[in-house]
């Protein structure tokens, strides 16, 4: 199926693509989002998931990670990016922004002309 991920408020964007494939619970999602004019929209997740992801207090297999594809203007410098799907139906990022530093989660990425490319895979809660 198709999604469309967007971080919301008054952004405007140049690609807006999303695809999925569900079996059973397990859900992997793939986007292609380019931000052109952040306006008030979301820094730092991508909403629109369309199946609402297991919680926190599940198992935590039901969290997924998945993996950043390209990435275009960040708003901060990483030097590793990836992707997990919280319950909230929101991809948040996990970063390093530093070479042995300790993971970010939720960094403030997304700004003007922001790309990015990724696929997340989760469990769905039903």
Request: charged content about 5%; some cysteine; aromatic content about 10%.
């Amino acid at each position: 199926g198709t999604w469309t991920p967007t971080v919301g408020g008054t952004s405007t964007y140049t690609q807006q693509q999303g695809s999925y494939i569900k079996v059973g619970r397990l859900v992997t999602v793939s986007f292609d989002m380019a931000i052109l004019l952040l306006g008030t929209g979301s820094t730092s997740g991508i909403d629109g998931l369309p199946y609402t992801a297991g919680s926190a207090t599940s198992p935590k297999f039901e969290q997924c990670n998945g993996a950043m594809g390209y990435v275009q203007s960040l708003a901060v410098n990483v030097y590793s990016l990836t992707f997990t799907a919280a319950a909230n139906g929101t991809i948040y990022s996990i970063s390093n922004n530093a070479l042995g530093g300790t993971a970010n989660v939720n960094p403030a990425i997304y700004g003007n002309g922001t790309r990015v490319q990724g696929t997340v895979t989760y469990m769905a809660t039903a």
